[in-house]
């Protein structure tokens, strides 16, 4: 599988499956965690150029393609929180977006306001430590198993195990983040 991922960077038609195949999953995780269309359909497009870059980095071995992509994307995400926050710091308005038509806007606040429901378990789950909160996102929101979380987040299985707990009981009154939960 390793020999697969690698191919997608330089086989267009392999890129296109791959990207046909995972693009609904990684429009939802970033539409659960951004409420602007034009910033979704950007990291949406980040993420896939992010793919072309790394797909030599992924293990088979080690989880699942969308597990792997939600890694890639939390770091794009996380890498354009810290470059909005600078450019924050730095000017007042924000410029630059790649204008999009009617139908796109329509479809990613269509999108959006489905995720609503995500974002206010997401908004529940603020005051938790970063490592336990990223655990719980991807294990209950995103529906990874705990393995793959740990995969998407570059720890050990066991270390995702432990901070799930930690975050399950902290949370242990809010039946939304404690119900169905795989893992």
Do not use: C
């Not at 206010?120 to 995103?142: T, Y």
């Amino acid at each position: 599988m390793r020999r697969k991922q690698a191919g997608i960077a330089t086989d267009h038609v392999a890129f296109e499956a791959f990207y046909r195949r995972h693009v609904d999953a990684v429009t939802r995780f970033l539409a659960r965690r951004v409420d602007d269309p034009h910033t979704v359909a950007d990291l949406v497009a980040e993420v896939f150029m992010a793919v072309l870059d790394s797909a030599h980095t992924y293990r088979a071995g080690l989880g699942t393609e969308i597990a792997w992509l939600y890694g890639v994307a939390r770091n794009t995400l996380s890498a354009e929180r810290r470059r909005a926050f600078k450019e924050s710091r730095l000017t007042s308005r924000v410029s630059g977006r790649r204008p999009l038509d009617t139908d796109d806007v329509a479809r990613l606040e269509e999108r959006i306001d489905a995720e609503g429901p995500a974002r206010k378990v997401f908004k529940a789950m603020a005051d938790l430590p970063e490592g336990e909160r990223a655990v719980l996102e991807l294990v209950v929101i995103d529906q990874l198993t705990v393995t793959e979380a740990a995969m998407a987040l570059g720890i050990r299985s066991g270390t995702a195990k432990v901070r799930l707990h930690r975050a399950r009981r902290t949370l242990q009154g809010l039946p939304f983040v404690m119900e169905g939960t795989p893992g």
